[in-house]
DNA sequence: GAACAACTGTGGAACGTTCCACAAATGACA
DNA sequence: TGTCATTTGTGGAACGTTCCACAGTTGTTC
C-alpha cells in the first residue's frame, strides 16, 4: 500500500527505540514470552530465552522505566534527602546507604535542600512524585507534620535525631547524651574545671548535647556556672577580658567540628595555645579535624554504619515490618588539641 | 450486583491514589478536559477550570509521574552526575546548577561515582533509563567513549576539563593555565624563586596546571629545575635534609585546597613557620583556607557560576542549539600562607 | 434565521510494560 | 492410544497519562 514505515507483521510499526514489541517480533515470539525471559522467569525453556536476550542484546533494548513502574506499580528506587549537600557529615551517611542499597539491589536518587524547610519539603513531595519506594531522610529539619503525611504514603527513615518523631517514620540516631558526655569526661580527666560548651543551633542533637553537657558537669561536680557560648569570638573574648579571664573557661566541647575549627582560629588568632590555654572537644570527626594543628580531638559516630542500618530498616519496612528505633554509640577519638604533644 | 467496591458510573472502580478519572467523575466532566485543565490550557472556560482544580484539590489528586513521561515521551528532569559526593568544590558546582534549573523550571535529581569510573557509566546509564532529559557530568572521569555514546542519545554537558571532549557534548571549565599562572606569578612577585608544585592526579585539570607552572617559571626565568613533587611529606623532607636543603623551595603550588591543606599540616607538624619558611597556595579556595592557620592563599574558582551555565548552556542544547566550550576566569584571593602579618 | 466561526468539551487510541487467564505442545502413565 | 499433568507460550486487559480528530454549543453576521 505504499508505507513510507517498516511495518511489520502485527501492524506494529517500528520507530526509534527499540520496544519490547521489536524484540518479539524479531525473535518471532509474543511480547510476553520476552518479558518473562528478560526478567528471568522459571517457566521459559533455556533455548528460547538465550535466543530473545541474543535478538534484545543486538537489537541495543532496554527496557523503559516509566512503562515499567507504571505496570508494576514500584519502581525498585529509593530516595535520600539531604537537608545540606555541602556537609560531610550528611554525604558520609548518605554514601552509607547508597553502598548498602546497591547489596540489595536498589538504587538511590539524591536531593538535598539547603537547608531550608520550605525546599526540604518540595523535595520530599518531588521524590514521592517521582515514584520513591521508600525515602531516607538525612538530618533534615522537617516539619514533622510533613514527615507524618509522607510516612502515610510510603516508608520513612529519618537519620539524624529528629524534631517530634511521629511513630510511623523509623529512625537512626547517635547517642548525642553519651557523646557529651564523652567529651565533658575526657576534658574533666585531663584536669580541666572551667569546661564550657560552645552550643549550635537550636536543632535537636545540639540541644540533646547541651543537655548532657548540663548533667555531666553536675554528676562530676564541676563549679557552677556552667559556660554556654553561642560563638567563637565571645568565648575567646571572654578569656582575654581581665575582668572576666580568672573564670573563663580553660576547656571547651563545642557542639561540631566546624564549629570547634572556628573557635580554633579564633583562639589561634587570639594568640592563644592549643590545649595549654584552651583545649577544644568537637563533634563528628569529620576529615576537617585531622587537618587542622594541633589536631582536634572529636566524638566519632559511625556514619557509614549508621547509613547501612538506615538503609536496612527501610527494606524491612519495604516488606511490612514496623519501624524502629536505632540508636548507635559514639566514642571520643583524642588528638592534639586536648593532649598536649600529640600533634 | 453486591460488588464489594465502589463502582461509579462508566465502570471506573475507584481505589487507592486517586487519578485523573477520579477526578473526572466528580467534577462531572472527561477525563481529557481535566488534563486540560490541569496543565493549564487555554481551551477552558475559566469557571470550569476552576471547578476541576478545585475537585483534585479536595480528592488530593497529584499527577503520576510514570504515566506522564510515558505518554509525553519526556520528563522534564535533568540528572547530575557528580564524580565524587565529598569534594566541596563538586557540590558547590551541583548546587549552582540546581538553583538555576529551579528557576528554569527543570527539577535536577543526583547521583554520584566514588571516583570510580565503573560506577559512572553505570549512574549515567540508570539516569537515561530513569529519563532524564539530560545529563550534566561534574568532573567525571569518565571514558570518552562513553560520554559519546551518551550523548547520542541525550545532550550531555560537562563540567570540569574533561580528558578528551568529544565535540558532541557541552562542556564548561575554569582556565587552568591562567589559575596556575596567578599562584606562580603572585609567589614570585612576593620575592621567591625557589617555587615547587605539589601535583596531583594525572587528571586533565592537574595536568594542565602542571604544564602552566612549568610554562610560568620558564617565563618569568626562575632557576631550574623546576621542582614538582607528588606528596607533601617529600617535600618538607627536602626541606628538612641538610643535603637538599639549600636548594629546596621556600614556596609552593598545590594542585588543590586539600592537598595544600595536607601540606600545611606536614609543614607546621615539621616545625616550619608559614609563611616565612614555606608559602603555600591552594586551588579551589574552599572553606577549608579560611579555617586553617595561617590562612590559605588560595585559586578561586566561580562554582556557582559554572553551575549556572552548565545548566544554561544544556537548556540551549535541549532546544536544539549545539554544545559550547565555555571557559571561566579563576582569581587569586591572597591569605596568611603566602601574606605575613594577614592571619 | 441561516451560515459560519469560535469556543468548549469528548471519546478513544496511543505510550511500553506487566499480569492474568488461558491455549497449545509435550510428556508420563495406564 | 487415550487421559491427564506439566511445561511453554499467548493474547488481551490493565496501569494513568496525553494527544488527536472530532462533536456540541454559542455567538456573530448578513
Redesign the interface.
Known amino acids: 500500500m505504499g508505507l513510507s514505515q517498516t511495518r511489520a507483521t502485527n501492524g506494529h510499526v517500528s520507530r526509534g527505540k527499540p520496544t519490547i514489541i521489536d524484540v518479539a517480533q524479531h525473535a518471532g515470539v509474543s511480547k510476553s514470552l520476552v518479558s518473562l525471559a528478560l526478567r528471568g522467569s522459571s517457566g521459559v525453556k533455556p533455548e528460547t530465552r538465550q535466543h530473545i536476550l541474543n535478538v534484545a542484546q543486538e537489537l541495543g533494548y ?6 515499567r ?2 505496570a508494576q506499580g514500584r519502581s525498585g ?1 529509593i530516595g535520600i534527602l539531604l537537608n545540606d ?2 556537609s ?1 557529615y550528611h ?2 551517611i ?2 552509607g546507604i547508597e553502598a548498602a542499597a546497591t547489596t540489595v539491589g536498589l ?6 535542600g ?1 537547608r531550608d524547610e520550605e525546599a526540604l519539603s518540595a523535595r520530599l513531595g ?1 521524590m ?4 520513591a519506594d521508600g525515602i531516607i531522610v538525612v538530618s533534615a529539619a522537617l516539619n514533622p507534620q510533613h514527615l507524618a503525611t509522607a510516612a502515610a504514603r510510603l516508608p520513612i527513615v529519618v537519620v539524624g535525631r529528629p524534631a517530634a518523631v511521629p511513630d510511623t517514620v523509623g529512625s537512626v540516631w547517635n547517642n548525642d547524651e553519651l557523646g557529651a558526655r564523652l567529651a565533658v569526661e575526657h576534658l574533666a580527666g585531663l584536669g580541666h574545671t572551667r569546661i564550657a560548651h560552645l552550643s549550635g543551633s537550636p536543632r535537636p542533637a545540639s540541644r540533646a548535647r547541651l543537655a548532657s553537657f548540663h548533667t555531666t558537669m553536675t554528676d562530676l561536680a564541676l563549679p557552677e556556672p556552667h559556660q554556654v557560648f553561642h560563638g567563637p569570638h565571645a568565648l575567646v573574648h571572654a578569656m582575654g577580658d581581665p575582668a572576666t579571664a580568672r573564670t573563663a573557661p580553660t576547656a571547651v566541647f563545642a557542639s561540631n567540628d566546624r564549629r570547634a ?2 573557635l ?2 579564633a583562639a ?2 587570639a594568640g592563644l595555645r592549643i590545649p595549654e590555654d584552651l583545649a577544644i572537644v568537637g563533634y563528628d570527626n569529620t576529615e ?1 579535624a ?4 594541633p589536631q582536634l580531638t572529636s566524638i566519632d559516630q559511625p556514619r557509614h554504619e549508621m547509613g547501612q542500618r538506615a538503609l536496612h530498616m527501610l527494606v524491612d519496612m519495604l516488606g511490612g515490618q514496623p519501624p524502629r528505633r536505632d540508636v548507635v554509640e559514639p566514642r571520643l577519638i583524642a588528638r592534639g588539641s586536648t593532649i598536649p604533644n600529640s ?1
Open positions: 532496554r527496557s523503559n522505566t516509566w512503562a513502574n507504571l528506587m549537600l555541602s560531610a554525604t558520609d548518605a554514601q538504587s538511590a536518587i539524591l536531593t538535598h539547603h518531588h514521592q512524585d517521582l515514584g575549627a572556628k580554633h582560629a589561634l588568632d576537617l585531622t587537618l587542622l594543628r600533634a
